[in-house]
């Protein structure tokens, strides 16, 4: 099993309902041919970098998934099939997956921000940053160059 992303922009104009048709239709094929959608992710209507099919803005959507190479493919003729899908992407993540690490790596708590403490720790190193601010300080520059650059 392999983990991909497809980033897919569809047509702005489109009501809602549609749009959410469309997600379940993706996430039905994924899950048709073997696969599981790990994270789906729209990100709204944007502006688009230049005009596609003759629109300035699209609803963008990410999607994580993983499954075998013929799923990308089975989902790829099918988005190049719905007319409502103006462009889309397919990137291989990870050659290698495996569910039981991904469902652990999700599930553990985000990193903690540093306490005082710690911040104390790593600001009582003295000397070190004042002697390689010193010699960067003494340097000089050749004409013209911006000190503030």
Known sequence: MRKYETFFI????????VNAVIDE??????????????????????????????RTRGHYVLMEYAGGPELVAELERNMRL?????????????????PEKEAARRAAPAPTVPTEEAEGKLAAVPGEMDEAQEEVEGEERPEGENEEA
């Not at 569809?10 to 309902?17: G, H, N, Q, S, Y």
């Open 10 to 17: 569809v047509d702005p104009d489109l009501a809602d309902e």
């Open 25 to 54: 239709k993706l996430k039905n094929i994924v899950s048709a041919n073997g696969g599981s959608v790990l994270d789906y992710n729209p990100w709204g209507k944007k502006k688009l970098a230049y005009p596609v099919q003759k």
């Open 82 to 98: 719905d007319e409502r899908i103006l462009k889309f992407i397919t990137v291989k993540l990870e050659d290698r997956f495996d």
